[in-house]
């Protein structure tokens, strides 16, 4: 290959990753690997210091990250007139899952570079209201036959969150392991990755408090005495209010299968599809995934949908503008 050919090649698949780099990913750890293989091809694979073994040991939100990477992927590459398909790889040793392929025509989509810059997520407040059906009923198309979507009210699935996140500040290996991908001391210009408080919707008061009282030394002494407990209840005020919930679902009835790896993946295509049609709509989404890591949230949760839950969100206009994620590949 020519000197020439190699800088083009380079600045294509640096182009191609911009794009692609804003789709979203548990923790904002961007997990995603993305290597030339030949002549216009692209491996997809995954680094392992960015999985998340604590708070998501099946990997279910790893592939359904990588999923959305997939389909950001391909709208990337339709937008910049570069045609590619997608073989599956499946090679767990090597942390690698499909492989990008040159053809003849480009991935057909109605999505645009301005909807991969335009999906946001914001954990802040949402403006009172549930969302409209004709717009669920759009989000729920986009899935393609991918799962399903359910829909409810903020208020009916409120208590499993206050009990997914009193499960959640009362472990203490979840909590380390959360502990480092917060960006709550001011590093936002240093680091392209994580949450920062701005990110999670915090005054700069509430990070700094957040983040002293999760250090070990700190988090040893409060544990005991209630600390997840008032970190629970400092954040009831994220569904007590009558706005919408959804849950992204695999298969029929809350005891089915459990989904392969593969299909966890092809679900993540389908949720980033759902999630950039609201978007298009001017509406937001705040994933709860805390709610399926708690054991005990996840089966009330599958029986209030009545299938097995992937992934669930609440959905609506934020009050403000949510601050723009930081990306590694910005």
């Known amino acids: ?35 030339p293989v030949g002549t216009g091809e692209y491996e997809l694979g995954w680094h392992a210091e960015r999985e998340l073994p ?24 339709a937008a910049l007139g570069v045609p590619l398909r997608v073989e599956p790889v499946w090679d767990v040793e090597r942390r690698v899952v499909v492989r990008f392929v040159p053809t003849g025509a480009c991935y057909p989509t109605a999505f645009t570079a ?5 999906r946001r997520s914001a954990r802040g407040a949402y ?28 208020r009916a699935v409120a ?44 005054s700069r008061v509430e990070g700094r408090v957040l983040d002293a009282v999760l250090r070990p030394a700190a988090y040893r002494v409060l544990r005991p005495v209630g600390l997840a407990r008032a970190l629970a209840a400092s954040s009831r005020g994220v569904l007590r209010y009558d ?5 992204l679902t ?3 009835g809350a005891g089915s299968a459990v989904p392969s790896a593969a299909e966890v993946l092809e679900h993540g295509r389908g949720l980033f599809r759902c999630w950039s049609t609201l978007a298009r709509h ?43 994620s930081v990306r590694r590949s910005d």
């Open 1 to 35: 290959m020519s000197a020439e050919r190699i800088r083009d090649a380079r600045a294509e698949g640096d182009a191609l990753l911009r794009l692609a780099g804003r789709a979203p990913s548990a923790h904002n750890t961007q997990p995603w690997r993305v290597r």
């Open 54 to 77: 604590v708070g998501d040991p099946t990997r279910r939100d790893l592939f359904l990250g990588l999923g959305a990477f997939v389909e950001a992927y391909l709208i990337a590459s």
């Open 114 to 118: 301005a909807d991969l810059r335009g």
């Open 127 to 154: 403006v009172p209201g549930e969302l409209p059906a004709e717009v669920f009923a759009g989000a729920a198309a986009a899935l393609g036959g991918v799962g399903g979507l359910w829909r409810g009210g903020t």
């Open 159 to 202: 208590p499993l969150l206050d009990q997914a996140d009193r499960w959640l500040f009362g472990d203490g290996e979840v909590v380390a392991e959360l502990r480092q991908w917060l960006r709550l001391r001011g590093d936002r210009g240093l680091r392209a990755d994580g949450l920062t408080g701005e990110a999670l919707g915090l």
């Open 243 to 247: 706005g919408t919930v959804v849950v």
């Open 250 to 252: 695999a298969g029929a």
């Open 282 to 324: 001017g509406y937001a989404t705040h994933p709860l995934s805390q709610v399926i890591d708690c054991d005990l949230t996840a089966q009330r949760l599958a029986g209030m949908v009545g299938a097995r839950p992937l992934a669930v969100f609440r959905v609506g206009r934020p009050v403000h503008e949510p601050v723009r």
